[in-house]
């Protein structure tokens, strides 16, 4: 099937003489997931993960993806003469690479512009140095093969009431537009679906996951548009909207807009996050300012009501995890229990929580070696069945009415060996590290990383992915500006970690074939100490789920460890047990007793 | 003195219509050092730290110098009406800033372009909006005012033998070349001294403490050329170039050469170690690829050669410094010994051993609240007398034929609090765990920094600078282009930490007014495992001096960090006993005792 489809995608090639064809993984707004309509990549390849590129020749087919899928890729991919390229792996070309090695003068690189980000167009264009390459960004080869593919999701948009937002319009356009003014420009053109949603202080349900709307907005100093589906709105919210002087727009005439545009200011664009098709409207136009949208970094820092939705909000969430393993280990008969009927309790957990609203990400359950698969998804037929032995590696999130939550915990079920416990211990320990770790005001997460893979790296053993994201409320599950990671990239700008930004803390250990061991709290950060000139920051944990102690070898942690760990276990007792039913209280004092 | 000298400034200022007049505090290769024909910013400041910028205006003189200096600044500075800017320190304008603050449209800059670095000229450039600014880089006004200015230096060079280079100059330059051509520049044009002599293995003598003769060279695919001072050669040295067809021109003929240049290619020019005056005649007449020298990473990595004379020099110097110890300590009489007797003192064991040639910087021998600067320099008269109590720092190190040493230990003399011991054991934990890092290929000194910094982070501390800098061999005793710091700079570019590089380890604790703490190793990056696609590096020390355990507090230690000291003081005891003498050897088996 998959062949025929290349096949396909190769005739129409050789019509359009286009003689490499790339095919994004991303919808018009680079979101991280994405709506049937937008799996082209997966309908080319076989290959479900939600990072990838497939770039498709007259004889080669060719995906790139990152340390999360390459064993998930490998067994897709199976039988369809697809070659795997690990991205960031030694002496591994990237597609960019790839593509500058094996075009020949005169040739021709297609794409769907809308679907294709600004900068990767940027990049290519560097990249590529041979002569008289023609790029052509009109064509979307997939729509004219793919009979079947779905329509573009259009469903209603809702508004956050002020005490869920704690933040009006008026607040945050405000300080957008002051540091417009601080960066000298007149414009900003946002695709990003999550940062417009926080400004106006709407959500919206047209990708999976993430309550975002499909829109755009172009705002200056006075002025705001608004594109959007008609059928997204209602009266009342076309009055909301009329009430905050935001003009509304269809959705599809961004493009008409940009192209009467007449505009003599700089524009402020974040080309990683919007299409080439949007940003060629723009360029040679106006002067573009090519950087992070301000509304990112605005975002990230969470109002004092967010704050205080997300505590109460993750303290339910825990608790429902809570329940979740205490039925696992000690009502479950296992037996009878696969990986995706796991996944649906835990899901039923949370949907009994009353602001619960969706999933933030497709829960992870993932038993022994396919745990190992750092976003492993069970199908409903055919996963495996859980024993009384090995891990289960539970990595689940909601959304809900005040927070986004998201949490891993690996659940010992019975024996597993001492060298398993090793690495658990020491993931535990990475864990605690960076939670307790307390920094000056200025460190990014390159910084930090070290803390929590230090006790992995002492064991030769490293995870192929970064540290920690930030995590939107009541938005998407990752985002940024800020990140832990460690690798240094001299294109990517840092951003330095604030007071009342979310973060994860999820050091892990990937054996393929083996098992998977991953730990992660969301942290917040917060002030620590000011002390002279300096100011300290730190962490505080918003998830409160026991870690299993019988993945610890207590002889192989840090005494300092040790007592963090105590302490972590005894606030999850203190705040977790009023909710629980009686039985369920004896067994978590058990489960968080002191080391 | 200084007043009227900045007077005499003002009034010359006046005669050439300059209205800012800018004064670095380098000499035309960006040494870090500088003869006294360079002490321009001292002889108008009285400022004499090693770094500084002099800003001088109609009305206003100010001086920015960083973390290092700033209570000696403070010192010297006083009565002066020269107003302090401490770098980097939040609200503290850059002196870019300021001056774009303060400058007006149609006003003068004045510099002398052969002491100004290109990059900096760049830079204000760049920061300053005002219209109609202009640049004047050819006045040196200091010169017409120092009347009794000293003459610029030129002493005899030295060619290294190849046993103790290590690489012939044809290795080197086919490695450079090789990299040029991956680069894509037909030329480089180096001007930073220790690169230039790396480059031909030559060594001179014309800046203090670094081994290093005045001289520029500019090297093609093909051709080399040295500038260099007609005396610094002799016929042997003559004839040693000409057999390694390198072209010898006069120092000062850099400038025509350029100026007739007739060159197609790119040139590969790092304008942070090159100055204005050398850069205008190169710019707008060839593309100049601005970028650290090639032959700094190059220097960086120690060949095997280097490495085997270091670890012999190193033990030798650790020998000397331990001699020093037990002198200062058991048979010192304190009450007659001041810190500038005391620096004499390590000055002379170190004088001792064959291969000594000079200093590798000013020792540091400070005791108790002159520790808390950074860079003090104790004085021949009036400098404090030590006492059976508090603490002295002791910063030194030599040159050698077959290496460049680096060494602090902080020394108590008697009774120290308790609140001290807490300070001094975080700091000795910080110095152990970066030691005992073990870290991917690929991290850089931002994702270490923090192994050193957590302990006293973890009290409210920080030490106001970088934890560990490159060391030269029989170079200078601070080079890239790796290093161990934490804050962010976009504009910089980090170098990975790799197999065969150098690096300083010294954390501290500097409370002004009371006391200061600073432990350094030097280290030798090396290869500490392979496993699957992963390489972890580590480090090994070569410095082997005992570590005050009356500075300690045990119970305030990790055990971990409790076993590493351990570990490295039996090292201490088994490679330096054989020097010492009966008495010596009893107190250092007791001084490296076991916690």
Redesign the interface.
């Known amino acids: 099937m998959i062949k025929s489809r290349l096949n396909s995608l190769r005739n129409l090639m050789k019509e359009y003489h286009i003689d490499f064809y790339i095919i994004p993984s991303t919808d018009y707004h680079n979101s991280e997931y994405v709506t049937k309509y937008f799996c082209a990549r997966e309908y080319f390849s076989g290959f479900s993960g939600s990072n990838g590129t497939l770039l498709v020749s007259d004889k080669n087919a060719c995906l790139w993806t990152d340390g999360r899928y390459f064993i998930q890729a490998k067994k897709e991919l199976e039988g369809n003469k697809i070659m795997l390229f690990k991205m960031q792996?030694?002496l591994v070309p990237t597609l960019l690479e790839y593509l500058a090695a094996n075009i020949k003068e005169g040739q021709v690189i297609g794409f769907d512009g809308k679907v294709m980000s600004a900068s990767f167009y940027k990049e290519m264009n560097e990249a590529i140095k041979a002569e008289g390459i023609m790029y052509t960004g009109g064509h979307d080869l997939v729509h004219e093969i793919w009979k079947e593919r779905p329509q573009l999701p259009c469903n209603k948009i809702s508004i956050l009431p002020d005490e869920i937002a704690g933040q009006t319009i008026f607040e945050k356009t405000s300080k957008l537009r002051e540091k417009m003014k601080k960066t000298g420009v007149g414009a900003c053109l946002i695709s990003k679906l999550d940062d417009i949603m926080w400004l106006y202080n709407i959500r919206g349900n047209d990708v999976p996951f993430n309550p975002v709307a499909l829109s755009y907005t172009f705002i200056t100093d006075k002025q705001a548009f608004l594109f959007i589906q008609k059928n997204a709105l209602d009266l009342e919210e076309y009055q909301y909207f009329e009430k905050e002087n935001i003009t509304v727009l269809t959705y599809d005439s961004i493009f008409l807009f940009l192209k009467e545009l007449k505009f003599n200011e700089k524009v402020l664009l974040d080309t990683k996050n919007c299409s080439y098709a949007l940003f060629s409207e723009l360029a040679g136009k106006v002067t573009i300012i090519d950087q992070r949208n301000i509304t990112e970094e605005l975002k990230a820092i969470k109002n004092k009501v967010e704050i205080e939705q997300l505590k109460s909000i993750y303290l339910k969430d825990s608790v429902a995890v809570t329940k979740f393993i205490y039925w696992l280990t000690q009502e479950a008969d296992l037996s009878s229990l696969n990986e995706w009927e796991a996944g649906q309790k835990i899901d039923s957990f949370r949907k009994e929580i009353n602001e619960f609203l969706d999933y933030s990400f497709p829960t992870i359950c993932a038993y022994k070696e396919n745990a190992a698969m750092m976003h492993y998804s069970a199908k409903e037929y055919g996963s495996s069945v859980l024993k009384k032995e090995g891990m289960l590696l539970v990595d689940s999130g909601g959304q809900y009415l005040g927070g986004t939550t998201d949490v891993t915990r690996t659940i010992v079920l019975g024996q597993i060996s001492d060298s398993i416990r090793i690495n658990y211990t020491a993931t535990v320990e990475g864990m605690l590290q960076l939670m307790n770790?307390?920094?000056?005001k200025?460190?990014?997460g390159?910084?930090?990383?070290?803390?929590a893979r230090?006790p992995l790296?002492?064991l030769?053993?490293?995870y192929k992915c970064g540290t920690g994201h930030g995590i939107g409320y009541m938005l998407n599950v990752h985002e940024g500006p800020h990140t832990i990671s460690?690798?240094?990239r001299?294109e990517i700008?840092?951003y330095?970690l604030e007071a009342g930004m979310l973060v994860s803390d999820e050091p892990g250990v990937y054996l393929e074939g083996e098992y998977g061991i991953r730990i992660e709290n969301i942290l917040l950060c917060v002030e620590n100490?000011r002390?002279n000139?300096?100011c300290?920051l730190g962490f505080e944990p918003l998830t409160f789920v026991p870690i299993d102690l019988k993945g610890i070898l207590p002889e192989k942690m840090?005494?300092?460890n040790k007592n963090e760990l105590n302490k972590y276990h005894n606030q999850v007792f203190l705040k977790i047990s009023p909710y629980l039913e009686p039985s369920e209280k004896v067994w978590l004092k058990e489960v968080t007793k002191a080391l």
């Open positions: 792996e030694a770790a307390k920094f000056l200025g460190c990014t390159r910084n930090l990383d070290i803390l230090q790296w002492n030769g053993l490293d460690w690798r240094y001299r700008e840092e330095p100490q002390s000139d300096d300290f840090s005494d300092s």
